[in-house]
């Protein structure tokens, strides 16, 4: 064969045959295999098939698939079918076929060969990338005349890329590997130096075990904390084996784990961070102290401890203030190193002051002077042999210091109060002592001496010192309230206002004068809202004292809140007028009744949603307070408005006036002619029996009156001052040598009477009905109402004897308390209601109680009506409704039922009887 032959030119021959035949192998040529297929016989004369010269074949296309990848092959200029395929992904086999047809149509299919050339790079871990290229060639057989056959050649650059990138995990933040190495996220030590990580996590979920080194402490002077370190390495291989890809890396990853610790003290509850040092030592010093530094608590790092201190340092001195001393000095803490415990040191300086200062009881303390510590004590006053009342003076530390008296008396002038000057009798004497002050805690003391500068005086005068008014509330309680600036000289006061709370008590005006001072018994008027107007009159000179009331405070809005609380003056029970300064918001109102006033009638108005409850009653002999609960129903919010009416009344306490004090004859002979004490003191009997009594104290039984008996010789002279039932007088003994001094006597006694001793009830009406069988010695009642959530008490009482009634209701129940008008008797009362059978609507109004608290002793023939004059209802509480603000029917009620009408609704009082 010749040499272009090889070159597998494309020339295939025809070949006639006279029937079909398969296919024919027609030979190899170069390595390629052609293979051609039989044509169709064609008819001819006795069935045979011409011969037909071979011609020369037309170009042909090859075709060859490479993969998924058609690759079609043309002749060049030299002839052969050649083509390239870039770009191909994956690595081909290493033999293909190409095909094409003959000039009849028939198919020839070729092998073709190559050798892969493939390179790897393996620079990404877990990434294998390949790529190279092979050219494939092949020949069809020669042609029957001895032609070569066609010569193909294909080229194929091919790469693939096999695996994924490897990194670290996701909590290591994917962190790239570098040279095979890698470093991971700080670990966490506890508090035993245990890593909070065994592994490392590679991107392709393979785990590193970890293997970690001892723990190391450094200290970091910046960061002012120790940090515990332990080192960790993970190692291992990742492999790539699949797609004719095969390659390992050897992967390291360096990991830490950490802790920080810091170190805190707490001394005395004061906790400061101690100082890192270079050393790995712990520092710490402390601002001073006002006490001595307790035990450290050390806190922090992989343990706490606790340090006992050592005193390094202390002194004392005395201060301005007798019986306290300052102390000073520092407390040092040492705790050395052990193990893996740092070494720490603390020091806390402390100053603070020891003892309790040390003053005159009840009259002031100490000044220090010159190393030694003075006061000066004037309380004690002469008798008429000058003599003082005392020779001990009380300190506050429960001692006393004894008082060395002076011979002789001198004479002063003195301010008396009044803007000018008195002559007084002095006698003067000094007291003195040593304290000595200890500090436990450190053992330091010091000594310190004081001096006390004594004076007692006496003098006499008919001086006006003060105007005091008394305040009672309906309990008993008392709060007394001086004249601010008060000067003798100006005849008319008046109080800065007092709460709106207060303008129901009662309220009495007292004098404190000189001790032959005359005093008229104060009289009481009533002014505008309420305003209490005193007159009094002294040493003839006539004092007006005026005590006014603040208005009822404005609250917060509320929906617990009424329309409005009417008054109708006239009695009539039907809504009257908007009461005075009305607004939602104010919870608490004032009616002022003349004496001869009807009893108003008072109608709270609430809005639908909202419903009224009737609460506390507070009584007194000159007013009343009726309280009504107020509740928003969505949300159960509730408030309380109270109306007090106040009316001036005569009582047994303001109208009681005992006789004069009764001098005895005396039948007692002096000691000596400076003898200025009496004989006896007591009371006179309504029958004319002088009665003596030991004591300053006492009470005297009614239709008594005070008496005193002076020794022969003396003369006596008597004054007083009362607050109610309670009188005190000072009796002014002149010796029976009349240039003697004279001494007083102070007495203070309780006037007793049947009705200002008594602390009663004479009925107790539920609303608007007595209870039957009441009996004032029973103090324990049950009855019936409609509804115990509303339901109205009203305690019945005697007005004129001047004792004051307390009712506190809560839910079913009430609680009343009676107090005597001379304070000394209290009596209890309680009261629980049930639901009727088949009950109606509820009482929250109430009626005559709050004006004419009470009703006179005996009159009992009166309490129905004016308990039935009451008029509780309950407006629009059932039934129907009515358009917004249509009143009441004028009629008034027949019983104590409460009604139900067609309005908004509203409860009714009518505050007197």
Request: proline share 5%; aromatic share 6%; hydrophobic share 30%.
């Amino acid at each position: 064969m010749r040499e272009e032959e090889n070159h597998a030119p494309n020339l295939i021959k025809r070949v006639g045959t006279a029937a079909a035949v398969t296919a024919l192998t027609l030979g190899t040529v170069g390595g390629a295999t052609i293979t051609a297929l039989a044509d169709t016989t064609t008819p001819g004369n006795g069935g045979t098939t011409p011969t037909t010269p071979e011609q020369p074949a037309t170009d042909r296309t090859y075709t060859v698939t490479v993969g998924q990848t058609g690759v079609t092959l043309k002749k060049n200029a030299e002839g052969v079918y050649e083509a390239t395929l870039d770009g191909y992904k994956g690595i081909p086999s290493d033999t293909l076929t190409a095909t094409t047809t003959d000039d009849t149509g028939n198919p020839i299919a070729i092998t073709i060969k190559g050798t892969l050339n493939t390179a790897e790079d393996t620079t990404v871990i877990g990434v294998v990338k390949q790529s190279g290229s092979i050219t494939y060639t092949g020949a069809g057989a020669d042609t029957s005349d001895g032609q070569p056959g066609d010569r193909l050649q294909l080229t194929v650059n091919y790469a693939q890329t096999v695996g994924e990138k490897v990194t670290l995990g996701k909590d290591d933040d994917n962190t790239e590997f570098k040279g095979g190495k890698a470093t991971a996220k700080d670990a966490t030590l506890d508090l035993k130096d245990k890593p909070d990580r065994e592994d490392i996590t590679l991107s392709d979920g393979t785990k590193l075990p970890i293997t970690w080194g001892k723990a190391a402490r450094t200290p970091d002077t910046e960061g002012n904390r120790i940090t515990v370190t332990r080192t960790g390495k993970a190692t291992g291989t990742v492999s790539v084996d699949k797609d004719g890809a095969k390659a390992e890396w050897p992967v390291e990853v360096d990991i830490k784990a950490v802790r920080y610790n810091t170190w805190a003290g707490t001394v005395n509850k004061t906790t400061k961070p101690f100082t890192v040092n270079k050393d790995g030592s712990l520092t710490l010093e402390y601002d001073t102290m006002d006490a001595l530094p307790g035990d450290m608590s050390v806190t922090g790092g992989d343990r706490n401890l606790t340090i006992i201190p050592k005193i390094a340092k202390k002194s004392s001195a005395t201060t301005d203030k007798l019986g306290v001393i300052s102390v000073a000095g520092q407390s040092e803490y040492d705790s050395p190193a052990e193990g893996d415990q740092p070494a720490f040191k603390a020091a806390a300086s402390f100053a603070y002051t020891v003892g309790k200062e040390i003053t005159i009881k009840g009259d002031g303390g100490f000044k220090q002077d010159g190393g030694k510590y003075t006061a000066s004590y004037d309380k004690f006053t002469l008798d008429n042999q000058n003599k003082p009342d005392g020779n001990d003076i009380a300190l506050s530390d429960g001692t006393k210091a004894t008082v060395k008296w002076d011979d002789k008396t001198t004479t002063v002038d003195k301010d008396n109060g009044k803007g000018g000057t008195a002559v007084y009798v002095r006698l003067h004497g000094t007291a003195t002592g040593v304290i000595d002050v200890k500090d436990e805690a450190t053992g330091e003391h010091q000594q310190e001496t004081y001096l006390i500068d004594v004076t007692a005086d006496r003098a006499q005068d008919k001086s006006l010192n003060m105007l005091t008014v008394t305040r009672t509330d309906a309990k008993g309680g008392k709060a007394s309230i001086d004249m601010p600036g008060f000067d003798p000289a100006k005849h008319e006061y008046t109080l800065e206002a007092l709460p709106y709370s207060t303008i129901g008590d009662a309220f009495t005006l007292s004098a404190d004068t000189g001790v032959d001072a005359t005093v008229s018994k104060p009289t009481l008027t009533l002014g505008a809202g309420s305003e209490r107007i005193f007159h009094v009159t002294v040493n003839d000179v006539e004092y007006t004292v005026n005590v006014p009331f603040q208005s009822a405070d404005i609250k917060a809005d509320s929906k617990a809140k009424l329309e409005g609380i009417y008054v109708n003056y006239t009695g009539a029970a039907t809504k009257g007028q908007l009461i005075d300064n009305w607004n939602p918001n104010r919870l608490d109102y004032t009616i002022t009744l003349g004496a001869d006033s009807k009893s108003p009638y008072v109608l709270p108005v609430a809005p639908e949603g909202v419903s009224i409850q009737a609460g506390d009653v507070t009584q007194s002999a000159q007013s009343s307070k009726q309280a009504w609960t107020v509740t928003y129903d969505a949300t159960s919010e509730s408030r309380t408005y109270t109306v007090t009416a106040n009316r001036p009344v005569k009582t047994a306490v303001t109208e009681f006036k005992p006789a004069d004090p009764i001098r005895q004859d005396g039948t007692v002979e002096p000691s000596d002619d400076q003898d200025a004490s009496l004989a006896s003191h007591g009371y006179v009997t309504a029958d004319g029996k002088y009665t003596p009594v030991e004591g300053d104290e006492y009470t005297i039984p009614e239709g008594g009156t005070f008496s005193y008996e002076p020794k022969i010789g003396q003369s006596a002279t008597v004054s007083s001052t009362h607050t109610a039932m309670t009188y005190e007088y000072t009796v002014t003994v002149l010796p029976k040598d009349m240039t003697g001094y004279p001494k007083q006597h102070t007495y203070k006694v309780t006037y007793l009477t049947k009705a200002t001793h008594a602390a009663q009830l004479t009925g107790i009406g539920v609303d608007g009905k007595l209870i039957g069988g009441f009996d004032p010695a029973k103090h324990e009642y049950s009855t019936q109402v409609n509804d115990p959530n509303e339901w109205v008490v009203s305690p019945q009482y005697d007005k004129t004897a001047g004792m004051s009634v307390s009712t506190v209701k809560k839910g079913a129940d009430a609680t009343i308390t009676v107090t005597s008008g001379d304070g000394l008797v209290s009596t209890t009362y309680r009261l629980h209601v049930t639901r009727k059978p088949f009950g109606g609507k509820g009482t929250v109004g109430v009626g005559g109680q709050l004006a004419q608290t009470g009703m006179s002793m005996g009159v009992i023939s009166g309490i129905l009506a004016a308990i039935v004059a009451v008029g509780i209802l309950i407006w629009a509480v059932g039934g129907r409704y009515a358009k917004k603000g249509e009143h009441a029917p004028d009629a008034e009620p027949d019983d104590a039922t409460a009604q139900s009408n067609d309005a908004d609704k509203e409860s009714e009082s009518n505050p007197d009887d």
